[in-house]
């Protein structure tokens, strides 16, 4: 905690010099640090060329060796700003946070594992609405409680083939996760912040991670353009959460595109018969 409250004061005043005080997440708080964290480990590995493979060292006018030192300190810094906003809005789940995503992670896996089987049933269309629903909760306790209670719902009406399918499943968790559930929904209600002292611990940690994208927008920027021949070193610095999330987006635009489109004009239909032609001469009937 040491090391991480001298990078909070190292980039507290840079980031204050950032206009826009807006939360600039377009993706889950967790999802965006492992990028940035992604990002510095990219430039440390791609710092020195390789054979005929360059390396970002040509460019440290603009992207400075201490790129990756100086990108994992300011993660290092949202890291503790997000501490200290949650400290004062949602203090229920710094002290039960952890636990409830290890739970929410335990049964989802143990619930993909049950019905990756290739047979369509119900449950699979839940856990596919479960999943999409809870993709964009964050490290708030209301979404964790409501995750808990979703994921708990489902394996307990698949608790018995849960344990046939993994032996070593434990249904405790399935109590366990309720029970965490109702702790979370009742310290929310009890606590209720300051609106001053949170108003400002929000801007700042939103300053801190305009401050973390901009570093890793720069890195991508950069590898864009030095290993531009080299799509496949490219893409191990661009979001793969992004890419997943366009790839869906294009999948449901295409289902509903070829749900309203008319069966007559679908590729490969039937056109209906022509009318036959009427004889040489013989009047229209």
Request: aromatic content about 4%; hydrophobic content about 40%.
């Amino acid at each position: 905690m040491a090391k991480k409250g001298k990078d909070y004061d190292r980039w507290v005043k840079a980031a204050a010099e950032q206009a826009r005080t807006d939360n600039p997440l377009s993706l889950p708080y967790d999802v965006a640090v492992r990028e940035a964290v992604a990002a510095a480990a990219f430039v440390k590995k791609y710092w020195e060329p390789d054979g005929e493979r360059p390396g970002l060292k040509r460019v440290k006018s603009r992207l400075p060796a201490s790129s990756s030192e100086e990108l994992l300190s300011i993660v290092h810094a949202v890291q503790e700003a997000q501490t200290r906003l949650l400290l004062i809005i949602d203090p229920a789940v710094t002290d039960l946070g952890e636990r409830a995503r290890f739970l929410v992670d335990e049964l989802e896996s143990a619930l993909e594992f049950l019905l990756d089987d290739d047979v369509d049933e119900p449950a699979d269309a839940q856990l596919a609405r479960l999943k999409e629903f809870h993709a964009q909760d964050g490290q708030r306790s209301s979404a964790l409680s409501q995750a808990l209670r979703d994921y708990a719902e489902l394996a307990e009406s698949l608790e018995d083939r849960l344990v046939e399918a993994d032996e070593e499943f434990d249904v405790r968790l399935i109590a366990e996760a309720r029970k965490l559930a109702e702790d979370l929904q009742r310290r929310t209600l009890e606590a209720i912040p300051e609106r001053a002292t949170s108003a400002a611990a929000t801007t700042i940690r939103n300053q801190l991670l305009h401050l973390m994208l901009e570093r890793v927008g720069a890195i991508r920027k950069t590898a864009a353009h030095v290993f531009r021949r080299h799509p496949e070193i490219v893409r191990e610095v661009t979001s793969a959460y992004e890419r997943r999330r366009r790839a869906a987006s294009r999948r449901e635009k295409a289902r509903k595109a070829a749900e309203s489109t008319p069966v007559e004009n679908r590729q490969g239909a039937v056109p209906p018969p022509a009318a036959p032609a009427s004889p040489a001469g013989a009047p229209p009937s």
